[in-house]
């Protein structure tokens, strides 16, 4: 079955160190997203890419860092200068175009700092 | 820039009334989608319903409907005949269609509470 897989669904975060959640889709979609949630809140974009090696800024980079080598892979890391990253993470894709192309989103990874 | 408002934090129905969940909207793209989110408490989003800006009929998908009033810049959904488990979070979300970033925006949600 097609669809978008986030790993691992739990993770838990010592102060300091980086963590790298895993995002793979096999839609053959060009777009992929992170969005952030926290707890009784809307969704905050984090990154975004619309092609292979690139990727752009969402609303709330400071502290993560995303790569994009394969179209169906977009990890992101939690780096030690995100002060606050204790959150729900969604990872999203969708195709391209000028219709109707809802975003398919995973299951989310629970980041906790413990 | 895009910004979607939802004013209602939570809501609560009696079952197989309707319930009708606010949106308003502002941007300055001319062609643009609006769309629905369901978010169990399991968390996985799960896309509802779709409102193109140039479509001229309002969207229906089973017991969703969009009430979209594009003068006054809102996509109200309408939920008929409500379940039990339509309780959830409900997003509003919007992109635009033709240029620059095409990532959702999204409100900060109404949590719906269905009633026995």
């Known amino acids: 079955d097609g669809g978008i897989t986030q790993s691992p669904k739990y993770l838990f975060r010592k102060e300091g160190q980086n963590v790298t959640l895993s995002c793979e889709q096999n839609?053959?979609?060009?777009?992929m997203y992170w969005y952030r949630q926290d707890p009784g809140q809307g969704l905050r974009l984090i990154y975004y890419?619309?092609?292979?090696?690139?990727?752009q800024k969402g609303d709330i980079a400071e502290g993560y860092s995303v790569s994009r080598e394969k179209k169906e892979s977009f990890p992101l890391t939690v780096t030690s200068a995100q002060k606050n990253p204790t959150a729900f993470y969604l990872c999203?894709?969708?195709?391209?175009?000028?219709?109707?192309?809802?975003?398919?989103f995973g299951q989310g990874t629970r980041l906790t700092v413990v | 820039a895009q910004k979607i408002t939802q004013t209602q934090p939570g809501m609560f129905v009696q079952e197989k009334e309707a319930v009708t969940l606010d949106c308003t909207y502002d941007?300055?793209?001319?062609?643009?989608?609006l769309f629905w989110y369901k978010q169990p408490s399991s968390g996985e989003m799960i896309f509802l319903i779709y409102?193109?800006?140039?479509?001229?009929q309002n969207a229906t998908e089973g017991r969703y409907s969009l009430n979209f009033q594009k003068a006054r810049k809102s996509a109200n959904l309408v939920i008929s005949a409500s379940q039990l488990g339509d309780s959830a979070m409900y997003f509003c979300?919007?992109?635009?269609?033709?240029?620059?970033?095409?990532?959702?925006?999204f409100g900060s949600g109404t949590r719906l509470q269905v009633q026995p």
């Open positions: 999203a894709s969708s195709i391209l175009g000028t219709e109707n192309t809802e975003a398919f």
């Open positions: 839609l053959n979609h060009d777009a």
């Open positions: 890419s619309q092609i292979v090696n690139d990727f």
């Open positions: 941007t300055s793209d001319p062609s643009y989608g």
């Open positions: 409102q193109g800006s140039y479509d001229q």
């Open positions: 979300a919007m992109r635009p269609m033709d240029t620059g970033r095409r990532a959702l925006t």
